[in-house]
Nanobody, 128 residues
């Protein structure tokens, strides 16, 4: 079973930046599409971004377009989520997820059901 570990979360002021990392162990991430999701208290887990196996396809939720950037370094078996211009509404636990089924694309719906392997999450809090 693939294992994913998120890191890089923390407390940041509005307008600030964080870079989240998703490190894989026990499998080669290069064959997996990787998604970032987030879940705020009392809310459903929502898709934030996705990157295809080659990095040639990336998708973003409308709420983060222009502020977040997903990237991958297959040599380091790691995917990143650079988050800029953070807002209080970005506060959530952020999860990365992996799935090998999508070839050179991201999953068509970008929902939780699209991904079979998940990390434990990292907390991001945006507050002054």
């Amino acid at each position: 079973q693939p294992q994913l570990v998120e890191s890089g979360g923390g407390l940041v002021q509005p307008g600030g930046s964080l870079r989240l990392s998703c490190a894989a162990s026990g499998f080669s991430m290069e064959y997996y599409a990787i998604g970032w999701f987030r879940q705020a208290p009392g809310k459903e887990r929502e898709g934030v971004s996705c990157i295809s196996i080659s990095g040639g396809r990336t998708d973003y939720a409308d709420s983060v377009k222009g502020r977040f950037t997903i990237s991958r370094d297959n040599a380091k078996n790691t995917v990143y989520l650079q988050m800029n211009s953070l807002k209080p509404e970005d506060t959530a636990v952020y999860y990365c997820a992996a799935d090998p089924r999508y070839g050179s694309n991201c999953p068509p719906t970008g929902t939780r059901a699209d991904f079979g392997s998940w990390g434990q999450g990292t907390q991001v809090t945006v507050s002054s």
